[in-house]
C-alpha cells in the first residue's frame, strides 16, 4: 500500500497577508481575504506547508499589529532558508523569465519554492509570480536547468482540492 504524503506548499508572503488582514472596502481584495480565510481554515491542513526566511523578512515589515499578526500566523510552518542555489536561480530567473528588473524578491520566492521540491507555490501575487506568462516560461526554464516546476496558484484554486483525494 502506498503512504501518502501530504503535498508540500510554498506559502508566500500575500497569502498570511491577505488572511491576517482587516477587511478591505474594494470588492475584489475582500473577496480575495474571504477566500484566503477559507482556504486556511478548511484547506490548509492537507498540506504540509513551509515558509522561508523572505517570507519572515516581509511578514514583519509595516505596521506593528499587522506584522505581528502576520508573523503568528506563520510561526508553526517549517523555515527554508535561503542558499546560493536558490539566489542562482532566482538571478537566472530575472534574466530569463518575463519578470521586471524590481521582482528580486518575487524571483526568490520561486526558487525557494523549486529548489526545495515543492509540489504547490501559493500566492496572490499574480503582477509576478501567479503571471500567466511567468506561468507559462517557467516549466521551460526549469527543464532546462533539471529543476521540477511546482503549481503557482492562488488559495481559491485550491479552495476546493481536497489533498486527500489525490492518494
Given at each position: 500500500m502506498l503512504e501518502f504524503r501530504k503535498p508540500r506548499l510554498y506559502l508566500e508572503t500575500t497569502v498570511p497577508s491577505y488572511y491576517t488582514s482587516r477587511p478591505s472596502a474594494d470588492i475584489v481584495l475582500a473577496g480575495h481575504q474571504q477566500i484566503t480565510r477559507e482556504w486556511w481554515l478548511f484547506r490548509s491542513s492537507g498540506y504540509g506547508i513551509f515558509v522561508s526566511e523572505l517570507v519572515w523578512q516581509e511578514a514583519s515589515?509595516?505596521?506593528?499589529?499587522?506584522?505581528?499578526?502576520?508573523?503568528?500566523?506563520?510561526?508553526?510552518?517549517?523555515?527554508?532558508?535561503?542558499?546560493?542555489?536558490?539566489?542562482?536561480?532566482?538571478?537566472?530567473?530575472?534574466?530569463?523569465?518575463?519578470?521586471?528588473?524590481?521582482?528580486?524578491?518575487?524571483?526568490?520566492?520561486?526558487?525557494?519554492?523549486?529548489?526545495?521540491?515543492?509540489?504547490?507555490?501559493?500566492?496572490?501575487?499574480?503582477?509576478?509570480?501567479?503571471?500567466?506568462?511567468?506561468?507559462?516560461?517557467?516549466?521551460?526554464?526549469?527543464?532546462k536547468l533539471g529543476y521540477d516546476t511546482p503549481t503557482i496558484c492562488t488559495p481559491e484554486e485550491l479552495l476546493y482540492d481536497n489533498p486527500d483525494d489525490m492518494v
Open positions: 515589515r509595516g505596521d506593528g499589529e499587522a506584522s505581528v499578526k502576520r508573523c503568528e500566523a506563520i510561526a508553526a510552518f517549517p523555515v527554508l532558508r535561503t542558499n546560493p542555489l536558490a539566489l542562482d536561480l532566482a538571478g537566472e530567473y530575472l534574466k530569463t523569465l518575463p519578470l521586471p528588473a524590481n521582482a528580486g524578491a518575487d524571483a526568490l520566492h520561486l526558487a525557494l519554492a523549486v529548489v526545495n521540491g515543492m509540489d504547490y507555490l501559493l500566492t496572490w501575487n499574480c503582477r509576478h509570480i501567479a503571471r500567466g506568462s511567468v506561468k507559462r516560461a517557467l516549466p521551460g526554464v526549469n527543464d
